[in-house]
């Protein structure tokens, strides 16, 4: 199994960044995926899932209205959509799939 995100960066405040996972190794369009993300200091936490067909969400409150999930079964990739971007969403942001986990991507949001 490998989970290779990317898109992470430096961005202003009020910005905009898309994430990707590329995903291999299993029946991708047959699971959910989640996003999760950990600050420095911090636990790691969920911060979107996706159902296997993208018919269901979640998000935690902190990024409702903002973050969007969505995935590509053909691309065999899951997507976070990040918009209104704030200083606190700076993290390393991981794509997960049951125990398994990408090596992350950096989020810094910074003036």
């Known amino acids: 199994v490998q989970l290779v995100e990317s898109g992470g960066g430096l961005v202003q405040p009020g910005g905009s960044l898309r994430l990707s996972c590329a995903v291999s190794?299993?029946?991708?369009?047959?699971?959910?995926m989640s996003w999760y993300r950990q600050a420095p200091g911090k636990e790691r936490e969920l911060v979107a899932f996706?159902?296997?067909?993208?018919?269901?969400?979640f998000y935690v409150d902190s990024v409702k209205g903002r973050f969007t999930i969505s995935r590509d079964n053909v691309k065999n990739t899951v997507y976070l959509q990040m918009n209104r971007l704030k200083l606190e969403d700076t993290a390393v942001y991981y794509c997960?799939?049951?125990?398994?986990w990408g090596q992350g991507t950096q989020v810094t949001v910074s003036s």
């Open positions: 997960n799939w049951l125990d398994s």
């Open positions: 190794g299993f029946t991708f369009r047959s699971y959910g």
């Open positions: 996706i159902s296997s067909a993208g018919g269901s969400t």
